[in-house]
């Protein structure tokens, strides 16, 4: 599992140069990843939703401009992440562990979490954390990276391992942070061990949908 103080150091140091790295680094792919996630979400039409691992709030600031009626709270542990996103224009942020949430339970219609729970140290700890906070009958939504199936797989292992590093290090000035980011995708469950995360979380209907070929997938469960 990954070392928090790694994380909070690492992507404290990255914070400034998050946004324009994974734009660059994923060749604009997560823009897409997280319009989908979006549509999903609307789906829900959520009065309340709750955006763990908000970063620099990407995905948030997504779900406030395509649901205006919706009010989204976005947290993380790193501070100087949340600085951003307070820059960047959301609204409500919250400082804190995702696996301590110092949230009432069942007071969020959805929550989602976005290339975030593959950097916690105990996922299954963390998901029924989620659930915790989530009303009776309320959604999930899970967006990470994962591995695509085929020839396209070593393929993107040697991008992943050896190009992305130096090009994250020309951008950020910090390619360590990268080069977690491979062994963190590696060792992260996905497809059906995902979905059977979900269900021994205690979750329902769990839904996985591969994205880019299987480069991400986005899952989604009910409480």
């Not at 998901?127 to 020839?151: A, I």
């Not at 390619?175 to 590696?186: C, N, T, V």
């Amino acid at each position: 599992m990954p070392d928090p103080h790694f994380v909070h150091a690492a992507f404290s140091a990255i914070a400034e140069r998050y946004v324009t790295a994974n734009h660059l680094l994923s060749m604009g792919c997560d823009l897409l990843w997280r319009q989908r996630a979006v549509q999903v979400v609307a789906e829900w039409k959520p009065r309340r939703l709750l955006d763990i691992a908000t970063g620099t709030g990407d995905l948030a600031l997504a779900v406030e401009r395509a649901l205006p009626e919706t009010e989204v709270l976005g947290t993380d542990f790193c501070r100087p992440m949340l600085e951003v996103a307070r820059r960047r224009g959301l609204r409500r942020v919250l400082e804190a562990d995702a696996l301590h949430l110092p949230l009432d339970s069942g007071s969020f219609d959805a929550a989602t979490v976005a290339f975030g729970l593959r950097n916690m140290a105990d996922y299954t700890a963390a998901l029924r954390e989620f659930r915790r906070v989530l009303r009776p009958g309320g959604h999930l939504l899970v967006l990470d990276f994962s591995l695509p199936s085929g020839l396209l797989r070593p393929l993107y292992r040697a991008y992943l391992h050896r190009i992305l590093p130096s090009l994250a290090g020309w951008v950020t000035g910090r390619s360590e942070a990268y080069q977690y980011l491979g062994e963190s995708i590696e060792a992260f469950p996905r497809g059906e061990a995902f979905l059977d995360l979900l269900r021994s979380a205690g979750y329902t209907s769990p839904v996985c949908l591969p994205l880019h070929m299987g480069v991400a997938s986005l899952y989604t469960a009910e409480c």
